[in-house]
């Protein structure tokens, strides 16, 4: 079973399940178990199968600890938008990979000031220390690998490419930014800009 599951083939849409099983070699209870192992590792690994498109596609949730000034004006942009910052982080993200240059490396800035990342005096864990701000959203797992490919080529992390869209946004407090859902992102990660021109 965990041979069947290790191939690219245990999963193979338009194709009835006997079918499969019959061209793989193997009993359909197999192929199924199998199928079920996959589906435990991807909600292990945080992915959530979505058929897209004719084919089984993976999301992958996406975190940035951000301060929570920056934080507050991105809650401020997305209620002009009304939009979540959910939404915006998203659209930011697939805005860097359909576009050949990155956004200005930056520091966290308000106000001309560089700030630091802070914790929650409100929300709380076990060890009596507060949480970080986070801003999450969903991208498709195609957008997430040219987006970890594109950081690696820049030298930096995903997280530094996005604290720079978000800057960069913030900065130029444009309402151009096209809003996209994890179903418009592309899931093929060679589709976008995987490295950066210049």
Known sequence: MNRVAETSWA????????????????????????QRLLDARAGAAGRFHSKIQGRWSYQRR????????????LRAYAEVRKRSVSDIIRSLIHDVLIRPTNPPTSVWRHQG?????????????KDGKGHIHMACTDISYGALEALN??????????????????MQLLTERTKELPIV??????????RYWTEADG
């Open 11 to 34: 999963r193979s849409l338009g194709e009835e399940p006997a079918q499969l099983a019959a061209r793989l070699g193997v009993q359909v209870d197999v192929l199924e178990d199998a």
């Open 62 to 73: 996406v975190k940035v600890a951000v301060p929570l000034p920056i934080l507050e004006d």
């Open 113 to 125: 000031k560089i700030v630091r990342l802070t914790r929650s005096e409100v929300h709380k864990g």
């Open 149 to 166: 490919r594109r950081a690696r080529g820049a030298g930096t992390k995903a997280s530094g490419l996005i604290r720079a869209a978000i």
């Open 181 to 190: 859902s994890v179903s418009e992102m592309w899931h093929d990660p060679d």
